[in-house]
């Protein structure tokens, strides 16, 4: 499944949210339903917004795509978030869910299965309100530019949050220890980010269009979060099963959650 970089240009272009909403999240044959990484993802946001005690005033959701689950928890723990993202179509597709248009992808699940965590269960409509209301912004970023968010100015952010983004976005190692670097310009001292991200992985198709991933692991992510000045405060892997069709979708083996404190700047 080897694949030449795909550049921002190309996801600008090619990328279709329905596409991938529905190939990683659709109800039955979804990638991240079927091996565990949405309620993976969801159970650690979870923890960490609430006994784990991260918390402010502004979240910045770098990459979310279409998405908007990873947020979910977020919601409860900060006034305010902030949703980035590169290409034109995912901005707008995110923007329609918040105006709650009709005939979007239904996160009423995993929206569910927040709600059961947090034990307020049946309170669906109530959630994604709540969220709704929270997101005060939906901007452009570009995560390989020293100012990601340019040329909005945003005060620093208690914690910044990227689930699945960094791996399309970086062609090259170096490319993803930069990024870091870029992400941690927007954060307070003490300010908390969250990674989570998969492992082991060259490429991924949605739709009929196959994006290229860098391939990551653990050990250069502890390496790299550290030298940027940040305490790796949770880790956390989750190892996935082998399943000849879903490799062919997307051929990571292993997903990680990642949680760490920003110690100063580099």
């Not at 995912?90 to 009423?108: A, C, H, M, S, V």
Request: net charge neutral.
């Amino acid at each position: 499944m080897e694949s030449s970089f795909t550049g921002k240009q190309v996801y600008q272009n090619e990328f279709d949210p329905k596409d991938y909403l529905d190939t990683y999240y659709g109800a039955r044959s979804g990638v991240f339903i079927k091996d565990g990484f949405l309620n993976f993802v969801l159970r650690n946001l979870h923890k960490t917004f609430t006994s784990g005690g991260v918390k402010g005033n502004l979240l910045i959701d770098i990459g979310p795509g279409p998405a908007i689950y990873q947020e979910l928890s977020a919601c409860e723990a900060f006034k305010e978030i902030i949703a980035a993202d590169y290409t034109d179509r995912n901005r707008q597709y995110f923007e329609r869910w918040l105006k709650n248009e009709p005939g979007l992808f239904d996160w009423t699940p995993a929206v569910k299965f927040v709600c059961d965590l947090e034990g307020n269960s049946g309170k669906v409509i109530e959630k994604q309100e709540k969220l709704r209301r929270t997101v005060k912004q939906v901007i452009k970023c570009d995560v390989t530019n020293s100012n990601p968010l340019a040329p909005v100015v945003l005060p620093k952010a208690d914690a910044v949050l990227t689930v699945g983004c960094l791996e399309c976005a970086c062609k090259d190692l170096d490319t993803y220890r930069a990024v870091l670097r870029n992400l941690s310009s927007l954060l307070k001292i003490g300010g908390h980010l969250i990674i989570t991200s998969i492992l082991g992985s060259t490429s991924f198709t949605s739709g009929s269009k196959q994006f290229s991933l860098l391939t990551l692991e653990e050990e250069f992510l502890r390496k790299a979060v550290t030298e940027a000045g940040f305490a790796i405060k949770e880790l956390e892997l989750l190892p996935r099963d082998y399943d000849k069709e879903m490799f062919q979708i997307c051929d990571h083996n292993c997903s990680i959650y990642l949680v760490a404190c920003k110690q100063k700047d580099v």
